[in-house]
């Protein structure tokens, strides 16, 4: 069956990094685009990133944009997103999602909390 299942989410002070993971499987990984969203608390779903299928290419909130990174190694099924200069702004539940157009598969997310 298909899983998604993040990891390294935590608290991190204003200004520091954290790199968020993303093992999948039960599915051909490298047939696939795949999406980061997060739900800040409160508040509705907000896309964060696409990265293309060899990752070649990858896409941004503007509101990420500068600061935050994704990535992929299909050889270990693994997706990732680093970011940088985290704002209080970021606190939010991560999200890691099978595909672009169809989303069809999520993770239950990694928590991250900006706060000094």
């Known amino acids: 069956e298909v899983q998604l299942v993040e990891s390294g989410g935590g608290l991190v002070q204003p200004g520091g990094s954290l790199r968020v993971s993303c093992a999948a499987s039960?599915?051909?990984?490298?047939?696939?685009?795949m999406t980061w969203v997060r739900q800040a608390p409160g508040k509705g779903l907000e896309w964060v990133s696409t990265?293309?299928?060899?990752?070649?290419?990858?896409y941004y909130a503007d509101s990420v944009k500068g600061r935050f990174t994704a990535s992929r190694d299909n050889a270990k099924n693994m997706l990732y997103l680093q970011m940088t200069n985290l704002k209080p702004e970021d606190t939010a539940l991560y999200y890691c999602?099978?595909?672009?157009?169809?989303?069809?598969?999520w993770g239950k997310g990694t928590r991250v909390t900006v706060s000094s």
């Open positions: 039960g599915f051909t990984f490298d047939n696939w685009y």
């Open positions: 999602i099978r595909g672009s157009t169809r989303m069809d598969y």
């Open positions: 990265i293309y299928i060899g990752g070649r290419s990858e």
